[in-house]
């Protein structure tokens, strides 16, 4: 239990993504660039020192009635944290932003205080270059100085 109290608290990285670890074992993970922005829901566990995020979606009803007026319904993930019934119009256009747009890391490796991605098995440790800069930042996550 002790070390499950450590990870709790609120990481973020240098590229606009934040993960808040709550206490009762979720998580939210947040992503903003520009004008999108992109949000995850689910639960978390620890297992050494490895994180495993599993993604719990939250869905919404769209229904839609054919050309013959048969109405259906079918599943979409929600564009926020409440289950809605949206009823669709010919001049809905798809949100590029929203639940899992740009999807939580499946799996962390917590060292020092610090989250790193683990990617095929292996820590994402270098330095990436951005595109809006030739600085190189640290790709891991370290926990934010103020929730």
């Known amino acids: 239990m002790f ?7 609120h990481y973020h990285d240098y590229f606009s993504s934040n993960i808040y670890f ?3 074992s979720t998580f939210k993970y947040t992503w903003n660039a520009d004008m999108l922005s992109s949000w995850t829901k689910g639960t978390w566990s620890l297992h050494n020192d490895t994180i495993f995020l599993k993604m719990i979606p939250v869905y919404d009803t769209l229904r839609s009635a054919d050309k013959n007026e048969i ?9 926020d944290e409440q289950p809605d019934l949206l009823i ?9 932003s929203g639940q899992n747009f740009e999807p939580a890391p499946d799996k962390l490796f917590y060292r020092k205080g610090k989250l790193y991605l683990v990617k095929n098995g292996d820590l994402l440790k270098p330095k990436i270059r951005m595109f809006w ?5 640290p790709p891991y996550y370290v926990r934010a100085l103020v929730d």
Request: charged share 30%.
């Open 3 to 9: 070390a499950q109290t450590k990870i709790v608290g």
């Open 22 to 24: 709550n206490a009762d």
């Open 71 to 79: 109405i259906s319904d079918r599943l979409i993930l929600s564009e």
């Open 88 to 96: 669709q119009k010919t001049s809905d256009l798809p949100n590029p």
């Open 133 to 137: 800069t030739k600085r190189k930042l």
